[in-house]
C-alpha cells in the first residue's frame, strides 16, 4: 500500500536513509602534498613576523600606529577648520549682501535726520516758551491755547519743512536706495543751513 500525501503526515522515512542529490565528490588525501602546505603556512607565519618587526621605528613605536593617529589629528584640524569656516560663511550670510549694508546704513542715516530734527525743535520750543514767559517753563503747563500759539509759531512752523518719511523697504532696490540717499543728503544740507540761519535770527 503505497503512502499518500498529505499535509500533516510525518514521513515514515529517517533522514539518513533519504537519497543524496548532487553528492560531492570524496576529497583526494593522497595527492595533498602535506609537507609543502605546512611549509607554506610557515613562510607566512615568518613574513608575519618580519613585518610585524619591520614596523617598528627607532624608537619601537609602530609607524602604522603613529601614521594612524597622524591621519586622525589631521582630520580632527580639517573638521575644526570647517566648522570655522561654515560659522564664518552662516555669519556673512545673515549679516547680508553689500546691498543690504547700505540700505541698513542709509536707513541709519534718515533716523539721525529725523532725531537731529525733533531735537532741534525741543529747542526752538524751549527757546520760544522762554521769550514768552522769561524763562523756562515745561510745556506739559502750557494751556492748549499756548501750546497751539506754541505750534504756529514761525520758528516751529519752519521746522516741518524737514518733515521725513523714510521709504525703506527690507529689499529695496540699488536706485531706490541711491534715491533715499539724494533725498536725505539733501534735507540734511537744508537742514544744517536752516539752523545756521535761523541761531543768528534767534
Known amino acids: 500500500m503505497s503512502l499518500q500525501n498529505y499535509p500533516n503526515q510525518v514521513n515514515p522515512y529517517p533522514t539518513a536513509f533519504a537519497p543524496i542529490v548532487n553528492r560531492k565528490p570524496a576529497l583526494d588525501t593522497e595527492s595533498i602534498d602535506f609537507e ?4 607554506a603556512e610557515l613562510q607566512s607565519l615568518s613574513e608575519a613576523v618580519d613585518s610585524y618587526q619591520a614596523d617598528k621605528d627607532e624608537n619601537g613605536q609602530s609607524k602604522i600606529s603613529k601614521s594612524l593617529l597622524e591621519a586622525k589629528l589631521d582630520v580632527n584640524r580639517i573638521m575644526a577648520e570647517l566648522t570655522a569656516a561654515q560659522k564664518r560663511l552662516q555669519e ?7 546691498l543690504d549694508h547700505f540700505n541698513g546704513a542709509v536707513n541709519r542715516v534718515e533716523g539721525g535726520f529725523q532725531k537731529i530734527v525733533e531735537l ?3 529747542k526752538v ?17 502750557l494751556s492748549k491755547d499756548r501750546r497751539n500759539d506754541l505750534k504756529l509759531h ?9 518733515t521725513y518719511l523714510s521709504q525703506y523697504r527690507a529689499n529695496s532696490s ?14 540734511l544740507i537744508d537742514l544744517k543751513s536752516h539752523i545756521q540761519n535761523d541761531t543768528k535770527q534767534a
Open 36 to 39: 609543502s602546505r605546512i611549509q
Open 92 to 98: 556673512i550670510e545673515q549679516s547680508g549682501s553689500a
Open 120 to 122: 532741534y525743535q525741543t
Open 125 to 141: 520750543q524751549s527757546q520760544v516758551i522762554k521769550q514768552w514767559f522769561g524763562g523756562n517753563v515745561d510745556l506739559s503747563r
Open 154 to 162: 514761525a520758528r516751529v512752523e519752519a521746522l516741518r519743512a524737514f
Open 174 to 187: 540699488q536706485a531706490e536706495i541711491e534715491k533715499r540717499v539724494d533725498a536725505v543728503g539733501q534735507k
